[in-house]
């Protein structure tokens, strides 16, 4: 049993002080509010969010791909060539401590948890594993290291466009046909199973251009309660393809042929209509947004404010890890609103602050999209808590939603002391418990990657 104490904490009624926490394995047992200081004390206390859609292998090439190429016009399609050929070098050891260093920067980002939307399957040239979900199972070690939630979504991707062409260059590392997909799945539970009980397995098909209709349909059947993932609508490219192909923009055709549920993470959704914005957030599925990717690949932007007034339901994940931060994801989504509109608090409320509603959003949506028990400080859920020091000077004296509003758009990852995944204790003072051996295999493996 641990005990925690929180001069502030955000409980689900609203901020509460002097709030006592009792964790008995991986839950929080007890809530008490106004009460004397005892156990671990902290400055304030949130429920951690899950961060929603990760390439974690992606790390290791963050920062390099800021050169243009001989096209004028520089893209996620040129960025995407430049991202096969350094997948092309990846052993199952280097995915294994990228993973491991990249959990552990979200975890001393304030993240409890990470939905990892696994696709480089295959060895070079596409050639399987022995262990079909090798790759997954180097994950599945990386969260054994670094205590991090896990909810792992193996990808199906087997087509290069939506007329079924072959893949191309670069994507044999990551190709499925069904049977071996659901080959594939079946290894994933197998490697994830030794892992903590809040570790969670659910599907991925990549796209509407790489899965068949027929596949679609099948991939959510063959796990009927996870979560279901997929990239969609994130590129002007893939809108004009599915429409020439299928008759349809991808959020149209989506809607009218998938039972989207609030199992479904659509993710990026930065290039839809008005009515396309409106019917997906009434389906009660989760837009998985990624800010900082989106913002580094020019995707576009995705329209929170008319999601919000529809009652849609949002998370934040990183995507591409080119930056790992919550308050920049944060910020940036809510800046984007700011700009396209030339408006202020974009997402605001009557009843809460920017921060406070953006926080609120992404840590419901979070749990929601990995299929977590969590995104509140309350009794029965997952204890993903995360801790925030206001002895600084940026903090000093703030309270209630003031406080999160200067964490995201003054402060930043420095002012978070612990972080718990599900009641194991990652992060205290800011670091996490295995930072210098996870940053020292890292260091080593991504001067040897490099150097190539």
């Known amino acids: 049993m641990t005990t925690l104490w929180a001069d502030q904490a955000l409980l689900p009624n609203g901020w509460a002080s002097g709030v006592r926490v009792t964790i008995t394995g991986d839950r929080i047992t007890e809530i008490t509010p106004n009460t004397p200081p005892s156990g671990t004390r902290l400055d ?51 995915v294994q401590t990228i993973t491991a260093f990249v959990q552990m920067e979200m ?13 480089l399957h295959h060895g070079p040239g596409g050639l399987p594993y022995a262990n079909p979900a090798e790759m997954s199972a180097r994950i599945a070690a990386a969260a054994a290291q670094t205590g991090l939630g896990l909810t792992l979504l193996p990808v199906h991707y087997q087509f290069g466009g939506c007329d079924g062409r072959a893949l191309g260059p670069g994507q044999n590392r990551l190709g499925t046909n ?38 679609l349909a099948h991939i959510a059947a063959l796990r009927p309660n996870a979560p279901i993932h997929m990239h969609l609508a994130e590129q002007m490219a893939e809108v004009a393809e599915v429409l020439a192909h299928h008759g349809a923009r991808p959020t149209e055709w989506l809607l009218a042929n998938a039972d989207v549920t609030d199992r479904w993470c659509l993710i990026h959704c930065t290039q839809m209509l008005s009515h396309e914005t409106k019917s997906l957030a009434q389906t009660g599925a989760i ?68 921060g406070r509603a953006l926080f609120d959003a992404a840590v419901q949506g979070g749990a929601q999209a990995a299929g977590r028990d969590a995104g509140a400080i309350a009794v029965g859920k997952l204890a993903d808590l995360v801790a925030l020091t206001t002895a600084g000077p940026n ?58």
């Open 44 to 94: 304030l206390l949130l429920p951690a969010p899950t961060n929603l859609h990760s390439h974690a292998f992606q790390r290791a090439m963050a920062g390099l791909t800021e050169r243009r190429g001989p096209d004028p016009r520089d893209s996620f399609w040129t960025w995407r060539q430049l991202m096969y050929r350094f997948l092309d070098r990846l052993t199952p050891d280097d």
């Open 287 to 354: 837009a998985g947004l990624c800010p900082i990717t989106e913002s580094s690949l020019g995707d576009g932007t995705f329209d929170g404010v008319a999601y919000a007034s529809h009652g849609g339901r949002w998370g934040i994940g990183s995507d591409s890890n080119i930056r790992i931060s919550l308050a920049e994801e944060l910020r940036t989504l809510d800046y984007s609103q700011r700009l396209r509109d030339q408006s202020r608090a974009a997402l605001a409320t009557s009843a809460k602050s920017t």
């Open 178 to 215: 069904m049977d071996q997909f659901a080959t594939l799945l079946d290894a994933a539970g197998t490697a994830i199973a030794a892992l903590p009980d809040d570790t969670v397995l659910g599907v991925a098909p990549h796209s509407l251009r790489a899965v068949s209709p027929h596949a």
């Open 395 to 452: 903090m000093a004296g703030l309270t209630g939603d003031t406080a999160l509003d200067v964490y995201i758009f003054a402060a930043d990852d420095r002012i978070i002391s612990d972080v718990w995944s599900a009641g194991r204790h990652l992060v205290t003072n800011g670091h996490h418990h295995a930072q210098a051996d996870i940053t020292a295999a890292y260091l080593k493996t991504i001067t040897s990657l490099r150097a190539l």
């Open 107 to 119: 975890a001393q980002a304030g993240f409890a948890a990470v939905a990892e939307f696994h696709y």
